[in-house]
């Protein structure tokens, strides 16, 4: 073998006894007590252990530049616009270079899978694209990221933004997103996504249904066309700020629908609680969809990130922990089974909300796992413990110490 990580708490089973984990060739190859082996060791003792944290939805492209945007006018965030207004500006080195900044957070915060979403028009035309496919091969031993181009300026008014979808699909983006209640025609900009992930055989994931009420929902089409193409557990979608503007009786019935349909749901805590209800200047709604009502009403739900230090959240790092911690306060979410599932988004349903047929702490599986300061998934995130270790295919590659008290 070539690693052991020893007394290892595994989240999927944190009430059961620590164990060895076994690895050679990049693969974990056992899983057992007391594992008999002579190899290089890594004692995790009796820490929390997963197969990485999975981040299903975050914008690298255009992270790192509230520096350079236009500032706010009021109460109204004009996000899209203030980041059109920059992004011609945007070069290969500098997507590269800031994109960059924010996935070593992403790493350092243990995240070993991710789903970037990617927009592509013609203030920016292939340039982003081009900067974070080679961030893709250049933080291959870190991480594994998959790319979903998509929209976000409008489409059936937009030929250009069309013409650049397809060629990002034909280079190799094996998702496709969509924006659209930035499209005069939201209909068509779905049925087009719709055709274009038939065409190209790609999975679906859209930015969906952000509002102040629950009016005009574009997740009854989303639903409809699913079904209607057979793609369920391959269309998701994220934000679903309506949902949280919704009677409970409706919300539960709504919630069935989309679990019935087979579409997944991203919240993103950050960038509904900083963009929702500033129609209002008192009694601010919070916007956040409740993640756990729906699992509970069998949705797959994840939490993610979305945007760190641009108009839309000009905060952020990158900490998908500190995203579920967020939730659970603003949904006020408690107990250690609901907290269990808040955990969950950000591991075992995330990875399966991107179809990760290898994801996860089982014999065979790549050896991506990171070790948490916690024991177990409840204290993680109710203490956003941070990571002890990493590994990506059985290679260490972040270290972070506990910190010292330096009593006198």
């Not at 702490?361 to 941070?386: F, M, R, S, W, Y």
Request: with cysteine; net charge negative.
């Amino acid at each position: 073998m070539d690693l052991i990580v020893r007394n290892a708490r595994l989240s999927h089973a944190p009430d059961g006894p620590a164990v060895d984990i076994g690895i050679d060739g990049g693969r974990i190859v056992a899983i057992e007590s007391a594992l008999s082996a002579d190899a290089p060791e890594h004692d995790a003792g009796g820490c929390l252990v997963c197969g990485g944290l999975v981040e299903t939805h975050i914008h690298l492209d255009k992270s790192n530049i509230i520096d350079r945007c236009p500032p706010e006018q009021g109460r109204d965030a004009n996000s899209m616009q203030r980041v059109a207004a920059v992004k011609q500006t945007f070069t290969i080195e500098d997507v590269y270079q800031r994109a960059s900044r924010t996935l070593e957070k992403c790493i350092r915060h243990g995240a070993t899978r991710m789903r970037t979403h990617l927009e592509l028009d013609g203030g920016v035309e292939m340039r982003s694209f081009e900067a974070i496919e080679k961030l893709r091969h250049d933080f291959g031993w870190a991480i594994d990221i998959e790319v979903c181009v998509f929209p976000q300026e409008g489409l059936t008014n937009n030929p250009r933004a069309d013409a650049l979808l397809v060629e990002g699909l034909k280079r190799g983006a094996r998702v496709i997103g969509a924006a659209p209640n930035y499209d005069p025609d939201h209909a068509g900009q779905i049925h087009r996504i719709f055709q274009l992930a038939r065409e190209f055989d790609v999975d679906i994931d859209m930015h969906l249904d952000s509002g102040n009420s629950p009016e005009q929902m574009d997740i009854h089409l989303v639903c409809e066309l699913t079904e209607k193409y057979q793609l369920g557990g391959r269309v998701a979608v994220g934000h679903m700020c309506k949902l949280s503007t919704m009677p409970p009786a409706q919300l539960r019935a709504l919630a069935r629908r989309i679990a019935d349909a087979g579409v997944a749901v991203t919240v993103l805590p950050a960038t509904e609680l900083f963009m929702m209800g500033r129609d209002q200047d008192f009694g601010v709604r919070r916007g956040v969809a409740d993640v756990n009502l729906l699992v509970e009403h069998g949705v797959n739900c994840s939490l993610s990130t979305n945007n760190v230090l641009n108009p839309f959240t000009p905060f952020g790092d990158a900490s998908l922990l500190r995203m579920a911690n967020l939730q659970a306060n603003v949904c006020q979410i408690s107990g250690a089974g609901r907290l269990r599932e808040c955990f969950a988004m950000l591991t075992e349903r995330s990875a399966r909300l991107m179809n990760l047929k290898d994801y996860g702490i089982k014999v065979g599986n790549p050896a991506d796992i990171v070790v948490l300061d916690a024991t177990t998934p409840e204290q993680a995130v109710a203490e956003i413990c941070h990571p002890l270790a990493a590994f990506k295919r059985g290679q260490r590659t972040v270290t972070r110490p506990r910190a010292e008290l330096h009593r006198p």
